[in-house]
């Protein structure tokens, strides 16, 4: 295993104080926890928590910040955070309108997400809810009861942070992420496994010339394995799949994210968002919303995904609403 | 090889395809050319162009916008751009009141960016320039007389995009320039070495256990192969070499930019970022600015680079001056 680190064991924390030290100015550590919080309040502005196992940054903490997520709740490497953990990240978003709580469909995070839940609400915060569920490669996963919660959770951070951030009562906030979540579907393709430090090496191994279509950002198995192809085909598998899913017709309005998985470079993602282009043009879509780039990772794993999201209602006003955060 | 790309001899046109097509709002592809402007002109201010062979997303491209570059001007990957694609980028940049170049320090960019200065000045435009030569590994290189120009070029275009936004006239430039450069120094360590499309195997090969400290962004040799190490012993290494050069003294004031190579994870930058910050606040700096990610790449080269920047005048007012782009 070759990595910057130092012992494997303390990955999480030594991250935790670089990127708190580096972005001192926006965010901060909750002291002797795993929570990253925003540095500014803005008393009587709804809260909006995500988090989950690190090893997909920029998420979470990337992107706390003003108009986006309260606190992020940092796990272990691949490992949900615990319900105090959770617990310790609402209290630092609360800001006396209620906290939000974005949730990747992962069974570990959707258990200790909902049992820090049940703790506030005993505390007295009012908090509401979502689960993101989407990757459309399989039904079921590794870790997951129905679909896995993936690249466009982040869409969601952003879309709920705006709506919080224009002063959105949390009974607002929750009918909009019940109506949002099944409007973001993505499909990922890999090309090489990810090494979890504690574990020293990848896990799952492809081929010299195979890749896999729909693995999970903890390297669960996608659909199906395949000889590498060119950019075109791969866009053509994967647009043809969220095709299916959205039935979508010409005219219809949507937003686009490629989203690096870890080690592939910006020149491949931008190559890829070409190719989709020229098949979304083809179907006589209206493309509203575009975005490039590693936000949602899983470590040094090669590859990315496609996320699509048909736009109603404010959400693409939502999407370009400013923000002020590390990495949107 | 395994990268998501069509034909090797594509990959830079349809990466500024997909680019320009991503940020359409910010940023456009000057017709029949490789270069990449800003889209909203601003009269009367200095432009800021700069660029070099393709393969570093997000630099240059993603550095145009409002408080930064101009243009960007695209070379083949890991080649600098002809003279008649710089003087295109020139043009593109010019809004009245002349245009700067910040060229990075390799043999090809320096003949072709100078070329392209005196063309323009031919055509009546006014064209000063500064050479970035702020990799302090070694004194000559594959590709270069005298030091290379690296991540800390990234640095050059923040302030001087800074300044130019601020009104500063073409002379007011080129004298900030020329102070800055010389206060700007960096140093980079690689794990593995990047693959160009074109050749489909990497630049160089390091062993499993085994690192290179002051490989250049295109893969020129380093100065030292070693065994694989923790991340603090790389920070101290690194540290005390920028020492040296600096000859700082406690509380002098500095920024910090810890840049990832290409496939180097966030999480292994930040780590890294929080062993350099014991060390500085051991010999007593003032650390006024902190920056961490992506910004000055070699493809997919894993490895990372730590520039300092000795903070004078306006600097540190100029690096956190709000710009428009896509990667700052």
New interface residues.
Partial sequence: M??????PED?VN??????T????QLIERVPGTTVVAKKNKEQGKVGIVSGGG??H??SHA?FVGKGMLGAAVCGEVFTSPTPDQVLEGIKAADQGAGVFLVIKNYSGDVMNFEMAKDLAEMEGISVEQVIVDDDIAVEDSTYTAGRRGVAGTVLVHKILGAAADQGKSLAEVKELADKLVPNIKTLG?A??GATVPAVGRPGFVLE??E?EFGVGIHGEPGYKKEK?Q???A?AQEIVAKLKKEFAWEQGEKFGVL?NGL??????????????V?ALLEADGLVIEF???G?LM?A??M???SLTMIRLEDDWLAQLNHPVTTIAW
Same sequence: chains 1, 2.
């Avoid at 070759?2 to 012992?7: F, H, R, S, T, V």
């Avoid at 030290?21 to 001192?24: G, K, L, P, V």
Wanted: charged share 25%.
């Fill in positions: 070759k990595k910057i680190i130092n012992q990955v030594e991250m935790l104080e670089g990127l030290y580096a972005y001192d690190s090893g940054e920029p990337g393709v090309l090489f010299d010339d890749l590498l060119p950019s075109k791969l490629v870890g080690s592939t470079p910006l020149m491949e993602q931008f190559i890829f968002m070409n190719d282009k575009k975005k490039v590693d990772t470590i040094d090669a590859g990315l």
